[in-house]
């Protein structure tokens, strides 16, 4: 008997070193934080399919003949094949968010309301069901908000099909086997094609697997990380969208192919040098602050060479700028161009972390900086690095 009701959450994360590089064969380290995207699915007798975005006050609704009638051919899904969505497929499915009353302001969630459906037919065909998300992740801020999305709503959907061999009596939030991570990874990275158009597919990987990761060319290392960072987020709360900078980077290194491979080359390197650092533990204090001094000026060059490929903001650099008054060095997170920029926060500063959603800062300089960030109008958090990734959960009575 399969199961009628599942939730599953995925994590958001920061890329440490190699954002846009990793998408042409460069190496990336990447980190979850605790901060999630939850997708619920229960299935019903009706004749719709409801998506219900609970943040953004947005739900929609389709007849499951119309459904059909777009995309023919899942009577019978196939959820351990993971499929990529054709351009020509893509465009049939336009007519399901075009009487759906997108508002202008949120047009961006069509790509995601395209991916749901893709992912959904793919793996449960016509069943009716309401699936409901909802997201502690700032979406298009460099956070990965598109691949929680995506990983968390392929995990719920895998849980619930014949392809995933689950305990339904276990209770509370429960990991999935290795095998049925990669698969979920597999189609996580297909609903992230139809919304960034050519990820490397580093945000679904960390989102599915958690912890740190380095990454290169769909290659994954699992990090030991033997050096405890402490990141401040800074949200620029400039909106951007991936797959737009993405593509940019691409028709620069068109244009500057030698200048862009060699600026791709020392990312390369910027990210396996931090990686090394990561993994090495420090014997004493004096060792430890030096590791940090090594991150702190990796992640500087990295956000130089970030600019060089044109990803950088007016806002990231007010953000740069300011933390470096304090002898802070920052770089931006993700796809750039706004969104989210990283500070590393260094032990010798003495901070104090009282509680992982609403940090309480004792340090005298982090509570300066802060201020000072806030007070041009962006949002600074600090959030747990390198938890778990993506999770399941078949009891009805957890909340959390
Ligand atoms: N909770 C969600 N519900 C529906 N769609 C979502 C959700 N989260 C993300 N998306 C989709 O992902 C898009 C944002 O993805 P985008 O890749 O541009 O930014 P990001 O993933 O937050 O940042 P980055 O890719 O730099 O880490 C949204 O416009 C929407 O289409
Ligand atoms: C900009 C990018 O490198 C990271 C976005 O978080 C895109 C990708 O790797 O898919
Ligand atoms: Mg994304």
Request: hydrophobic residues 40%.
């Amino acid at each position: 008997m399969g199961k009628m009701e599942v939730r599953a959450r995925a994590p958001g994360k920061i890329i440490l070193a190699g954002e846009h590089a990793v998408v042409h064969g460069s190496t990336a380290v990447a980190a979850s934080i605790n901060l999630y995207t939850s997708v619920s699915i229960l299935f019903s007798h009706g004749d719709t399919l409801k998506l219900e975005l609970k943040d953004m006050e947005l739900e929609f609704s389709w007849p499951i003949g119309k459904i059909k009638e777009v995309l023919p051919g899942f009577d019978i899904p196939s959820p351990s094949t993971p499929l990529s969505c054709s351009s020509g497929t893509l465009k049939s499915m336009e007519p399901l968010y075009e009487g759906q009353n997108i508002p202008e302001a949120k047009i961006a969630l069509a790509s995601g309301v395209l991916a749901f459906m893709w992912l959904y037919t793919n793996t449960q065909g016509y069943k009716p069901a309401t699936v409901t998300v909802t997201s502690e992740l700032p979406l298009g801020a460099g956070l990965g908000s598109s691949a929680a999305f995506c990983v968390a709503l392929s995990g719920a959907l895998l849980a619930l099909s014949e392809s995933c061999e689950l305990d339904y009596s276990q209770q509370g939030w429960v990991a999935l086997r290795n095998s049925e991570l990669d698969l979920v990874n597999k189609w996580a990275f297909e609903g992230e094609k139809i919304i960034h158009g050519r990820p490397s597919g580093i945000d679904n990987t960390v989102s599915t697997y958690g912890n740190m990761i380095q990454f290169r060319s769909g290659e994954i290392t699992r990090l030991k990380a033997n050096t405890p960072l402490k990141m401040l987020i800074t949200n620029t709360k400039v909106g951007r969208n991936t797959k737009a900078l993405v593509a940019g980077v691409s028709e620069r290194t068109l244009r500057h192919p030698e200048a862009m491979a060699s600026v791709f080359k020392a990312v390369d390197s910027i990210s396996k040098d931090l990686s090394d650092i990561i993994q090495t533990p420090a014997l004493d204090d004096i060792a430890a602050t030096e590791k940090e001094e090594k991150v702190e000026e990796l992640m500087e060059m990295n956000q130089g060479l970030l600019q060089c490929m044109g990803v950088s903001h007016t806002t990231i650099e007010t953000v740069l700028h300011t933390t470096l008054k304090y002898k802070l060095r920052s770089k931006l997170t993700g796809a750039g161009g706004g969104g989210c920029v990283l500070t590393l926060l260094p032990t010798k500063l003495d901070v104090l972390f009282l509680d992982p959603y609403n940090s309480v800062l004792s340090s005298i300089v982090v509570d300066k900086v802060v201020a000072e960030l806030e007070s041009c109008g962006f949002q600074c958090f600090i959030a747990g690095i390198g938890g778990n990734g993506l999770e399941v959960c078949f009891d009805d009575n957890a909340q959390n």
